[in-house]
């Protein structure tokens, strides 16, 4: 029996070539899309469950309140780690304190590399359970020693033992290769590291970390911890959270400091908080959201496929009326045609393992992924088989019971199918499937307007030429003069500077200021940056009041520079020559600058105070010459820096570049969300088309009667298409607050963020209206030209 | 076999009822060879279908083989037609997707037959119509006179007691025609019960009985030449 079915119903898909592939194409496009999103998903959520001790590492974050707002942040003190150990040391297997990964310089011999890394207690590689390839995992214990990666391994000593051999980080520190670690996986957090060094050469690796060993207000390094018992996170974080509280100065007691543990299950998708202190989503919505379009789309796909099966059912309807006459039975018939449901849907299920599959590679690059297809993974098919059935299950539900529930003399008549019931179905059909595509594409252009609304923020300096160079290793430090004048000769350069941050990030804030008028209540954090006398200049910062750094006065070493920020919190009336106070120090503003956005395009600017400091600076900044070309200047720039600073590679960012990273995300969501839009339209149209068929086919003896009555061309052109523009329009109006009111919930997590102007949702509309119009337009505008004498032909 | 009393179809048409069959009293034996016609609109369709408990009427008694078809339900209704009745179309209705030999098939599978008895009742069909090289073929490839052959044989591939056939040979020429109605001549002399409904005088003559139907009612009756 089952054999019989599927025999008919192969041959009935491919007596119906059109029909079906329409169909087929329209569920393994959308399939193929749940597809991906299923394999991303899963990526997303295996993130970090390489590790073996998953469910007990956690890493330990603070929170301080300062004029209500909660802030949260992973940078700790250096006490913290001793004082878990020795107040606490019975809850945690392993607590590890780690320098933050930077990338650092190694050299051996002539070989110099920069490698991202950290510095880690002795015990981080039991607590990240690391597959040693040779030496051993407790190679830290070597107060000398150093663990590198395999890929490090390979890229320094090539096909030679590097165990035993010496090292050079940041060319002042001599370490002994003392193991080496299997590359950690791609979706980890711990992707990446180079190498790890221990923790007791860090803290004597540069002055300022052994001053701070007793300072509880200085963080500037992470703690992660193994728990002895998984379950104990709660009851841990209960013990831990006044920590610092109770070792802070008193007059700090005030942020009311808190430490817990943030899990390592949480990493990747949990690590946004609100300014109340609370956990709020993160990668997580995201996951949640491309969870929700891929079922979304492949629900268009099932709309799609039910409305195409039951709209063939006049010429299906001859063949139920037969084998109900010759006895077929009702369950026969379901039997029929979930049969024909389930073949339909696992060819297209084929046909989506395909397409994904030549997808994949393109979904990757942007997504930023390294998804792989699970080929061996019994579970993968398994689930893939339940996807199947539950489709055909439930796309075919519906047309198997309309048909086989057919009065069988009907049908043999030749009945037309009146049935409005049907159509009615039908049509809602439809504009379920165009809402979901008008929303999907009215998302995408309010993320891209959201995304162009942050670039075109006034960014506070000129980022066009911008070059920033990292200070690794003291070989850079003490030429500035020389590199300045060089460059500046040879006309590489229009400027240089060097700052403690680069001109795209913030390191550090720090609080303590007083200045005339301060209210007593407020204690504000500052973001502050130490800069050259050249740094203004360098980066284009736009002076509002006052003046910048000037070599011609010596008591500019006390001044500073606040940004508009800044001057609106201090409300200061006359900033210029006010005294500012820190640390017993004071200072005095020579000048107030447009706020620069350092960090994130989407929120407003940190007030900011810029110190002069020629010793407490990281980063280079150049600026290029722009009467040049890059490559020359950088070609330039180079040769200098090998002259100078020949111990050290020369590694640079584009200011720009990294600047555009920060929509790194937001222009992923973007894509990916323009790239589903486009689709969920195709598959959409696909069954408009279908559609458009069947009717053309229904109304075949209606159109040639109206043309032979004197119907023009354009008259029934209108007749065929007006009924489904009404559905895309109903679409419309659905879908118009329904998208509303998503994107205000979306944009309302940027603090800077553009409106929806109602042209918006007329430029959606009418496209889509458009396009609607042109799939109908090319079936209706053939039949409305077609030769009534060809129609009105009885069969 | 047939007993048919006071059978009256008619169709609401706004308020009014519109009378296809309007108190038909009718009997069919056994082994009898009868032919209906009448003018189109006369409701000869209509009565065919409800002896083939196709269709039920709007009023009256209806006996086959000696149940009161207006008393028994759906189910039963159609496990009735299933076991004794044959149908044979005018527009043949064969279903496209199947070969001649599948198509023939059809009705046992719903018999329970299993596949080697089915094989020998199709093969044995096939010799019969002497259509075995056409088996593999399907319907679109044959011609009006063959496929109308497929229908025949696929309504008595069940044996049937009682077969009914509207109007069999109206789209088809003069000489296949005959070529059907002498097949139904035999069939009948071999014990099948035959109703055919028709337009055609001549092909009417071969059954035993004719009645003539006129605006729902029967209008007369004669003898036939078998």
Redesign the interface.
């Known amino acids: 029996m089952i054999n019989d079915y599927l025999k008919v119903a192969w041959r009935s898909l491919v007596r119906h070539k059109a029909t079906s592939l329409i169909n087929l194409g329209g569920l393994a496009v959308g399939m193929a899309v749940a597809l991906l999103i299923g394999l991303w998903i899963s990526a997303e959520l295996s993130y970090n469950r390489g590790f073996a001790h998953y469910d007990r590492i956690a890493q330990v974050m603070e929170q301080r309140t300062s004029n209500g707002v909660v802030y949260t942040n992973d940078a700790v003190s250096f006490p913290m780690g001793d004082a878990l150990r020795t107040n606490f040391g019975g809850d945690f297997t392993h607590v590890v304190m780690s320098s933050f990964p930077n990338d650092h310089i190694l050299k051996i011999d002539d070989k110099v590399l920069s490698v991202h890394g950290r510095f880690m207690d002795k015990e981080a590689p039991q607590m990240l359970t690391l597959q040693m390839t040779a030496g051993s995992a407790k190679g830290l214990d070597d107060p000398h020693g150093i663990l590198i990666s395999a890929s490090t391994a390979r890229t320094l000593f090539g096909a030679s033992n590097p165990i035993g051999q010496t090292l050079q980080i940041d060319n002042t520190l001599p370490v002994q290769v003392s193991g080496i670690y299997q590359d950690l996986p791609h979706n980890s957090d711990f992707s990446g590291l180079g190498f790890i060094a221990p923790w007791s050469l860090y803290i004597t690796s540069e002055s300022w970390i052994m001053r701070t060993a007793a300072q509880w207000d200085n963080n500037s390094f992470q703690l992660f911890v193994q728990l002895a018992d998984p379950h104990s996170l709660e009851a841990v974080n209960r013990r831990i959270s006044t920590i610092k509280q109770s070792h802070i100065d008193k007059e700090f007691q005030k942020y009311q400091f808190k430490e817990f543990l943030h899990p390592m299950s949480d990493w990747h998708l949990r690590s946004h908080w609100n300014d109340q202190g609370l956990q709020a989503g993160g990668q997580i919505t995201y996951v949640w959201l491309f969870g929700i379009i891929g079922l979304f789309v492949l629900l268009l796909a099932c709309i799609n496929f039910t409305n195409l099966s039951t709209a063939r059912a006049q010429s299906r309807g001859k063949e139920v009326g037969i084998r109900k006459v010759v006895g077929c039975r009702y369950h026969q018939l379901l039997g029929r045609f979930y049969c024909e449901s389930l073949l339909l849907v696992s060819l297209a299920w084929a046909a989506a393992i395909v397409l994904a599959g030549l997808a994949l590679p393109y979904f990757n690059r942007i997504a930023a992924q390294q998804i792989r297809f699970p080929w061996t993974s019994p579970l993968f098919w398994l689930v893939c088989a339940g996807f199947a059935g539950i489709t055909s299950l439930l796309a075919g539900s519906y047309p198997a019971f309309y048909l086989s529930a057919l009065r069988p003399l009907k049908m043999l008549k030749g009945g037309a199918m009146t049935g409005e019931y049907s159509s009615w179905s039908r049509k809602a059909l439809v504009v379920a499937q165009f809402t979901i595509s008008i929303v999907l594409v009215i998302g995408t252009l309010v993320v891209y307007r959201q995304i162009q609304y942050s670039r075109d923020r006034p960014i506070g300096y000129s980022r066009n030429g911008l070059i920033l160079i990292d200070m690794k290793s003291p070989d850079f430090y003490g030429k500035y003069d020389l590199l300045r004048n060089r460059l500046m000769g040879e006309k590489a350069i229009a400027d240089m500077a060097e700052s403690s941050s680069p001109v795209t990030s913030l390191f550090h804030t720090n609080n303590g200021f007083s200045w005339p008028g301060k209210d007593p209540g407020l204690d504000g954090f500052f973001g502050t940056v130490w800069v050259t006398h050249d740094y203004g200049r360098t980066v284009g910062w736009t002076l509002r009041q006052g003046r910048d750094f000037s070599r011609a006065f010596a008591g500019d070493s006390s001044g500073v520079v606040l940004n508009e920020a800044a001057l609106h919190i201090m409300r200061l009336k006359d900033p210029l020559g006010k005294e500012i106070r820190w640390n017993g120090k004071a200072y005095h503003v020579l000048g107030v600058v447009e706020n620069m956005i350092m960090e994130s395009p989407y929120d407003p600017v940190r007030p900011t105070l810029y110190f002069l400091d020629y010793d407490n600076v990281n980063w280079m900044v150049l600026k290029l010459n722009p009467a040049q070309g890059a490559a020359t200047s950088l070609a330039k720039i180079k040769a200098a820096f090998h002259r100078y600073i020949p111990a050290a590679p020369f590694d640079y960012q584009f200011a720009d570049e990294q600047f555009a990273a920060k929509f790194a995300t937001e222009s992923r969501i973007g894509m990916l969300a323009a790239v589903f839009a486009v689709l969920a339209i195709f598959i959409s149209c696909l069954g408009l088309f279908g559609l458009v068929s069947f009717m053309v086919e229904r109304r075949t003896r209606e159109i040639g009667i109206r043309k032979v009555l004197g119907g023009s061309v354009f008259s029934l052109w209108r007749l065929l298409s007006e009924e489904f523009a009404a559905l895309i329009i109903i679409a419309l109006v659905v879908a118009t607050p329904v998208s509303y009111y998503l994107m205000a919930h979306w944009l309302a997590r940027y603090v800077y963020h553009t409106g929806m102007a109602w042209w918006l949702f007329a430029i959606a509309g009418c496209g889509i209206l458009v396009i609607a119009l042109l799939t109908v337009s090319v079936q209706s505008i053939g039949a409305a030209r077609a030769n009534p004498v060809n129609n009105l032909k009885s069969e | 076999m047939i007993d048919l009393k006071g059978i009256s179809k008619w169709y609401p048409v706004g308020g009014v009822k519109t009378f296809v069959l309007n108190g038909i009293d009718l009997s069919v034996r056994e082994g009898e060879f009868l032919s209906i016609m009448g003018p189109s609109g006369s409701g000869k369709s209509t009565l065919l279908?409800i002896i083939g408990l196709?269709?039920q009427p709007s009023e009256g008694y209806h006996y086959f083989m000696g149940e009161g078809i207006h008393l028994i339900k759906e189910k039963q209704r159609?496990a009735l037609?299933?076991a004794h009745i044959g149908?044979v179309?005018q527009?043949y209705?064969?279903?496209?997707?199947?070969t001649v030999y599948?198509n023939i098939e059809?009705?046992l599978?719903?018999?329970k037959v299993s596949a080697s008895e089915r094989k020998a009742l199709v093969a044995d069909m096939l010799d019969r119509f002497q259509i075995v090289g056409k088996k593999g073929l399907f319907p679109s490839q044959l011609s009006g006179g063959q496929q109308q052959l497929v229908g025949i044989a696929?309504a008595l591939i069940?044996k049937p007691s009682l077969l009914l056939a509207d109007e069999p040979t109206g789209n088809l020429n003069s000489k296949q025609g005959e070529q059907i109605m002498e097949l139904f001549k035999t069939l009948n002399e071999e014990g099948v019960t035959i109703i055919q409904v028709t337009h055609s005088e001549k092909n009417a003559g071969y059954g035993s009985r004719i009645i003539h139907l006129l605006d729902g009612k029967i209008d007369k009756e004669e003898q036939g030449q078998a």
């Open positions: 279908n196709l269709d159609s037609a299933k149908f179309f527009a209705h064969l279903i496209d997707e199947l599948e059809t009705p599978l719903y018999h696929r069940t």
